[in-house]
């Protein structure tokens, strides 16, 4: 038998592993775990912006009710009593809701009337309704003297209305009885 042995000075060749798989292999599979990893983060930042959306508007809407809250407790409870107009606020035959605001306030200044129609405020019924909502307060450009004062003005112009409707209305129904011969 016959052995061989090695010569001093060569070392014995080492197997060298067989590569897994070639270069584009490799970078294919590196290149869809970076697309997969995209579509997770795609994925992720569209919740993550809808719910930033969603605490957006939340946020808003605390916001809302929040300046509301102060505004009531700045405010205090209406001191004003009720003119006891009917069940929609308003005296029969209230045409007089329409009526225009320079036309019904004469003494407002140019400024003043400015900043009412800037808020949308034409008629003495959108003044009514603003007043019965947030306030003349809320208008930019009115103060809060002059709010309370044109506040005011609307509660005995709407009086005095309110007045002469029902004295419209007795007096019709005085004619109606002296028609029919009754005695008052």
């Not at 916001?63 to 929609?88: C, M």
Request: some cysteine.
């Amino acid at each position: 038998m016959t052995t061989k042995t090695k010569k001093p000075g060569k070392k014995a060749k080492a197997a060298v592993p067989a590569p897994e798989s070639t270069l584009a292999e490799r970078e294919a599979r590196h290149y869809q775990e970076i697309r997969a990893l995209e579509q997770t983060c795609d994925r992720l930042e569209g919740e993550y912006e809808a719910a930033k959306a969603a605490a957006s508007g939340a946020k808003s809407l605390w916001s809302e009710a929040v300046a509301r809250l102060r505004e009531s407790i700045r405010r205090g409870p209406d001191p004003q009593l009720s003119l006891g107009f009917a069940g929609n606020g308003e005296a029969p035959g209230s045409d007089y809701m329409e009526t225009d605001v320079m036309d019904a306030f004469p003494s407002l200044t140019g400024p003043q009337v400015d900043a009412l129609d800037n808020a949308g405020v034409q008629t003495v019924r959108a003044l009514h309704e603003l007043h019965k909502g947030p306030g003349l307060r809320s208008v930019k450009g009115i103060g809060p003297a002059i709010a309370d004062k044109i506040e005011d003005m609307l509660l005995d112009w709407l009086a005095a209305q309110h007045k002469k409707a029902e004295a419209a209305v007795a007096d019709a129904a005085d004619e109606s009885d002296e028609d029919e011969g009754v005695e008052t």
